[in-house]
């Protein structure tokens, strides 16, 4: 049974930085492509991050590019979200993602991955 598993997340002020982790378990992602989202309730699902599976090229929202990072270890089929200089705008409960299909290119939108986490609350307070 394939698992995604967030954390990380918390409470922290504006200003300050969090690492998010995704945990992978039942197939290996090695090769995938890989991103991160975020949701508000009554809102729907924004693409934040993604890491292609090739070549480990990233792709960001315009919101967090220069803020935040994603990156992976492929050993250890984790994939990692810093996020620096956070915004009270950036509270939301973030999710990782995997293409199901295995596909290594990036994806910017929901649709585009099969598997996801069960989310990780992020608020930043002002």
């Known amino acids: 049974q394939v698992q995604l598993g967030e954390s990380g997340g918390g409470l922290v002020q504006a200003g300050g930085s969090l690492r998010l982790s995704c945990a992978a378990s039942?197939?290996?992602?090695?090769?995938?492509?890989m991103g991160w989202f975020r949701q508000l309730p009554g809102k729907e699902r924004e693409f934040v991050a993604a890491i292609r599976g090739s070549d480990d090229g990233t792709y960001y929202a315009d919101s967090v590019k220069g803020r935040f990072t994603i990156s992976r270890d492929r050993a250890k089929n984790m994939v990692y979200l810093q996020m620096n200089s956070l915004k009270p705008e950036d509270t939301a409960v973030y999710y990782c993602?995997?293409?199901?299909?295995?596909?290594?290119?990036?994806?910017?939108?929901?649709?585009?991955?099969?598997?996801w986490g069960q989310g990780t609350q992020v608020t930043v307070s002002s």
């Open positions: 039942g197939r290996t992602f090695s090769g995938s492509a």
């Open positions: 993602a995997a293409r199901a299909d295995g596909g290594a290119g990036l994806r910017t939108t929901p649709a585009g991955y099969g598997y």
